[in-house]
T-cell receptor
């Protein structure tokens, strides 16, 4: 069964606007971590933000925030004030403590294109 | 601090050959994980090494192997290459494996098998 689901088609976003990328996950673990990475065309995976399953507040890192809804098992990424450099693939990933601390399960990704 | 480095960045091999990829983690990081990324299968976990020991292994055939050295540098080897092994191979490092630990990725090695 797929652990991370990202189903949005490619998105075009106007520069300076906000964009929300959807991510739902499936786990029976109580302790897990959720990550978002950005992958530009160069290929490198760039860490953006982390949310722990026991964190009571939504994570924020600069222009990135994570809308964590534990009961719905969703962890949506919000990028505010989009910039041209935000054009990339965005991956949601999960680490389950019982599955091995450093084994990340990734979704298929969301393609974002920022237009001026 | 220097980031995760991977060598070589690009590699072209033919079927049946073998290949070795190298990964140098961020200084102080002791855990190294490897992932394969293909258009069809997406990102898949290969294996993880911590203190020179393989701690976790993904669902890949035995042709895929790896090791970690005392300085935490890691290599992965693919023997008897197949066309389907063409992929971007990403290495990630982290400090000590806890549930909050973040993996930082290198730029990847793009392998093409002809």
């Amino acid at each position: 069964a797929q652990k991370i689901t990202q189903t949005q088609p490619g998105m075009f976003v106007q520069e300076k606007e906000a964009v929300t990328l959807d991510c739902t996950y499936d786990t029976s673990d109580q302790s897990y971590g959720l990550f978002w990475y950005k992958q530009p065309s160069s290929g490198e995976m760039i860490f953006l933000i982390y949310q722990g399953s026991y964190d009571e507040q939504n994570a924020t890192e600069g222009r990135y925030s994570l809308n964590f809804q534990k009961a719905r098992k969703s962890a949506n990424l919000v990028i505010s004030a989009s910039q041209l450099g935000d054009s990339a693939m965005y991956f949601c990933a999960m680490r389950e403590v019982s599955y091995g601390n450093n084994r990340l399960a990734f979704g298929k990704g969301n393609q974002v294109v920022v237009i001026p | 601090k220097a980031g995760v480095t991977q060598t070589p960045r690009y590699l072209i091999k033919t079927r049946g050959q073998q290949v070795t990829l190298s990964c140098s983690p961020i200084s102080g990081h002791r855990s190294v994980s490897w992932y394969q990324q293909t258009p069809g299968q997406g990102l898949q976990f290969l294996f993880e090494y911590f203190s020179e020991t393989q701690r976790n292994k993904g669902n890949f055939p035995g042709r895929f192997s790896g090791r970690q050295f005392s300085n935490s540098r890691s290599e992965m080897n693919v023997s008897t290459l197949e066309l389907g092994d063409s992929a971007l191979y990403l290495c990630a490092s982290s400090t000590v494996a806890t549930s909050t630990d973040t993996q930082y990725f290198g730029p990847g090695t793009r392998l093409t098998v002809l």
